[in-house]
């Protein structure tokens, strides 16, 4: 069997045993030494194939995508510094538990650190941050090395989704020449092989046994003043199960805008989604001390809340994790579970008092929170402020899409500003690590999923991530991006760094300066400007309209910005403060 044989039966069967584990899409970044993967994936007639110019673009596309499809996805690119590109967004991947199959094109072994071109160390270059690493074989036609393709194949694609779902790489060396040959026949293996090349797989779900879910009820039930509180989560089956366990205990409900629980059909009378606003007080917080704290997802978004935990490091908390993990930045003694959330919830609710003894409770939570909203909803200013353009957004986005956002100031925004709402609307951030990079690039992504995306995002991220215009305007996917530009980083308008006068702009506000309108241009986008609530809503609903990339701009001032939020938050605890009286 002659090498390109072999290259081309080798790479077809990895191939076909990742659709065979339910491989749907790759996203590819072109070059040379990976073209044997590339060629076949195009040549799959189940694989839907994205080809995206920019390496680090490429990466962020592919975990856009598989945040939203919630399946993992292929991400294929040549050897050297292309691989290196990838790598913030497999750090997002790891820390987001998103499914990312990297696979990295590379050298033969025989090239390797004698200074041949395009050859860098790729061996485990991803560190820990990826759950698993494997180096395959110089391609082989051989029975055993075509079934040795499929088992790696098998086993790479598990271990993204098994446990915490996260990034694995797995590296390719090939020698030249690199065209595989399509001519030959049964390239995919015959029907007879197929049958026994996966690694089939039966996971169950992990669950706390009846003596365990006795004694958390029990000490629910002697403490009246329970919180439930929901971090980021990508599971939205969840909110009905922790909406019916919060009825069913009488408790708040303290919900992230990532959580799922904001959006969508399930009652929420019990969710309180103002607390950032009035946990800022030092004074309302000691007022609000829980007898327990149950947290299902990751820690919320909100600094306040964070506050508010640290203050109560005698409480009891408990974090409920899907499989493994102590995500809790607090320092508080917690205690983690280790189950499935929404069977958890099933399994507390059963155990639910006949008496509820928490109204009280309750209602002061709500209270409060119905007053945040009220200041928080009210009003609309000359100029838009980008509290403004949250609400707006949040009132006229089409339901059953998505909401992608990007950090510092937009997640915070959304945070404070959108509120409940009866549509079916996914809130997706890049939370893992926080970076305002790719973040064009990842909601691009989602939009790949199938379903209209509408981005809020700042200037300077913005900026980072341009080159995610291109697949957008490439694949015609519906996305609207609205771009608020204080012309810098907003959000340290609000930290300590603001009091730096004679630093602050260079190292802190970092203005660009930039007339974005032209990038809009650039890549088709159809581009305008919002300079008020009223006529950003306008903007919104007509770009809904639109098939490609529309992209709305919100111009504001950081300073002012700075002052009509503090405004609102002042008046927010004022007035809660006074009812004490």
């Not at 519906?478 to 009091?499: C, E, K, R, Y």
């Not at 809009?520 to 159809?526: K, R």
């Not at 009223?534 to 002052?563: C, F, H, M, P, W």
Request: hydrophobic letters at 40%; proline letters at 5%.
């Amino acid at each position: 069997m002659s090498y390109t044989e072999s290259l081309t039966r080798y790479t077809a069967n990895f191939v076909d045993e990742l659709v065979k584990n339910g491989m749907t899409d790759v996203v590819i970044s072109p070059g040379s030494r990976s073209t044997p993967l590339a060629l076949v994936f195009l040549e799959h007639p189940s694989i839907k194939e994205w080809v995206v110019i920019d390496e680090r673009s490429a990466a962020f596309f592919a975990l856009g995508l598989a945040k939203k499809s919630k399946r993992p996805v292929a991400l294929l690119c040549t050897s050297g510094t292309a691989a290196a590109n990838y790598y913030p967004a497999v750090v997002e991947a790891f820390y987001s538990r998103v499914p990312l199959l990297v696979l990295t094109a590379d050298r033969p072994h025989e090239l390797r650190q004698i200074g041949a071109p395009q050859a860098i160390e790729q061996i485990k270059m991803y560190g820990d941050y990826v759950k698993w690493f494997h180096e395959m074989a110089i391609p082989e036609g051989t029975p055993e090395m075509l079934q040795y393709a499929r088992q790696k194949a098998a086993q790479a694609f598990a271990y993204t989704e098994q446990g915490n779902k996260g990034p694995v790489q797995v590296n390719f060396p090939f020698r030249e020449p690199l065209t595989p040959d399509f001519t030959l026949s049964d390239i995919w293996g015959t029907a007879e092989d197929r049958p026994f090349s996966s690694m089939n797989r039966i996971e169950g779900v992990k669950h706390l046994a009846e003596e365990q879910v006795q004694k958390l009820a029990a000490l629910f039930d002697s403490s009246p003043k329970g919180l439930i509180v929901c971090g980021p989560e990508m599971d939205g089956n969840f909110a009905d199960a922790v909406s019916c366990l919060a009825q069913a205990w009488n408790v708040p409900v303290l919900a992230d805008p990532l959580s799922q629980v904001r959006t969508g059909r399930h009652d929420k009378s019990h969710v309180i989604e103002g607390y950032d606003a009035f946990l800022r007080d030092s004074e309302i917080r000691e007022r609000l001390q829980p007898d327990y704290i149950i947290r299902f997802g990751a820690m919320p978004v909100s600094k306040a809340y964070l506050f508010f935990v640290k203050e109560n490091k005698a409480v009891p908390q408990f974090v409920v994790e899907e499989n493994e993990g102590f995500r809790d930045p607090s320092g508080n003694d917690t205690v983690y579970i280790y189950a499935d959330p929404e069977q958890l919830c099933r399994q507390l609710i059963k155990k639910a008092p006949d008496e509820q003894k928490s109204a009280a409770w309750l209602r002061e939570w709500q209270r409060y929170n119905q007053i945040a909203k009220d200041y928080l909803l009210s009003g609309e200013e000359a100029q838009v402020t980008e509290g403004e353009a949250v609400r707006g957004m949040a009132e006229v986005i089409p339901d059953q899409t998505t909401l992608y956002v990007g950090n510092s100031m937009a997640v915070r925004d959304v945070d404070s500003f959108f509120m409940v709402s009866p549509k079916n609307i996914s809130i997706l951030c890049n939370r893992g690590a926080n970076g305002i990079d790719g973040v064009i690039s990842s909601a691009v992504g989602a939009a790949a999923a199938g379903e209209r995306v509408t981005l809020l995002i700042g200037d300077l991220s913005f900026f980072h991530d341009m080159n995610g215009l291109l697949a957008a305007k490439q694949y015609q996917l519906p996305i609207t991006i609205v771009l608020v530009n204080n012309n810098g980083g907003g959000i340290f308008s609000f930290l300590p760094q603001a009091n730096d006068k004679q630093h602050f702009e260079a190292i802190f506000g970092t203005p660009v300066d930039l007339p974005f309108e032209k990038a809009g241009a650039l890549y088709g986008a159809d581009y305008t400007v919002a300079a008020t609530e009223t006529a950003l809503k306008t903007k919104l609903k007509q770009s809904y309209q639109l098939s490609g990339l529309s992209i709305i701009e919100v111009r504001t001032n950081r300073d002012e910005n700075a002052a009509w939020h503090r405004e609102k938050w002042n008046r927010i605890m004022a007035e809660i403060k006074e009812g004490w009286q």
